[in-house]
């Protein structure tokens, strides 16, 4: 690990009022983790990814097989935080008016009435979100940039809690529709969920013996309202100068790649720093060091950058890239106390 002379503070909050609100917010996120955890065994470092985006109020795009849990994490993520559960299963005939809703004839009003898509929740599952045609998936670009819908020329208000997780599988590719950079770069991370290890499935199996996968059973531990003061008050996380040129630097380093023929965006690197927030925070800390921003780049960068032809002919992946550039930009040391 390389460092540099610029120096971070020896302490992050200035005072003990700072440091217990830190501490309140970390055991309030290990409260709605440990909520989820009772439905999704062995998936920790999943579950920990998923409560990142969502009190940083960005979406999340899950690559991974089917059958390994996608449903019911989104599921028991809406229940836990109260809130309500819109799935969407993408399909190549799906129309936009079916996520966003449409205007239907009131006959006794004379007038056209909105009736709300599934998109109007606060957790969405966009399930297989590349199957659906780019019109189709460009008319959930707004819900996700904007948090709201338009319809007939009026403007529809998402809720600020509104989370989007979208899926894709890996293997099957036939008949798909890739996401283009510009909506990949709305999502602040790409995780995979995985097989579960041998003794988390065991537990599964003595578990959810019946049909039921245990979602309903679970019970609310917070609520949008207070998800949105978690966000608010995470926005508050210090981050030194230091570590603002670290970030900098690390984006820099992207785009000057070798191997790279698109690097970091000004949104990624903001998503960057949100997501260092979010991670600070949930170990109840009022300020951002390194460790954040390393444990949160592999999964908000490598989806956000291009390999050139010739590096992908050389077998280069994204996740190879930010490994690199990690390792090679400076990381600014602890001030002395």
Do not use: C
Not at 40 to 48: E, L, P, T, W
Not at 166 to 193: C, K, S, W
Not at 240 to 256: C, F, K, Q
């Amino acid at each position: 690990m390389t460092t540099t002379d610029e120096q971070l503070p020896s302490q992050g909050p200035g005072n003990q009022s700072d440091a217990q609100a830190a501490a309140e917010l970390a055991h309030h996120l290990a409260a709605v983790q440990a909520n989820i955890e009772t439905v999704i065994q062995g998936k920790r470092d999943v579950v920990h990814l998923l409560m990142i985006a969502l009190v940083s109020e960005v979406h999340v795009l899950i690559e991974d097989v089917p059958g390994v849990g996608k449903t019911t994490l989104a599921k028991a993520l809406a229940r836990s935080i109260d809130g309500r559960f819109g799935r969407v299963q993408f399909t190549p005939d799906l129309l936009p008016s079916d996520v966003t809703g449409m205007s239907v004839w009131n006959r006794a009003t004379n007038t056209f009435d909105f009736r709300p898509g599934p998109v109007f929740a606060e957790i969405l599952l966009a399930d297989e979100i590349n199957r659906a045609s780019p019109k189709t998936q460009s008319a959930l670009l707004e819900a996700m940039a904007e948090k709201q819908v338009t319809a007939d020329g009026v403007t529809h208000r998402l809720g600020s809690s509104f989370m989007v997780i979208a899926t894709q599988n890996p293997i099957e590719h036939e008949g798909t529709y890739p996401l283009p950079e510009a909506q990949l770069d709305r999502f602040l991370m790409r995780i995979a969920v995985g097989y579960p290890e041998r003794e988390s499935e065991r537990l599964m199996l003595s578990t959810h013996a019946g049909s039921s996968d245990g979602v309903e059973s679970l019970s609310a531990v917070t609520s949008s309202t207070a998800l949105s003061q978690i966000a608010l008050a995470i926005s508050r996380v210090h981050v030194a100068e230091p570590l603002a040129n670290y970030l900098l630097d690390i984006a820099v380093a992207t785009r000057r790649h070798h191997s790279l023929s698109l690097g970091l965006s000004p949104r990624g690197l903001l998503d960057l720093q949100r997501a260092s927030r979010a991670q600070a925070a949930s170990h109840g800390r009022g300020f951002v060091i390194p460790d954040d921003v390393k444990a949160m780049a592999p999964f908000v960068l490598p989806h956000r950058l291009i390999v050139s032809p010739e590096s992908t002919l050389r077998g280069t992946r994204p996740g190879d890239v930010v490994a690199e550039v990690l390792d090679g930009v400076p990381v600014p040391r602890p001030a002395a106390r």
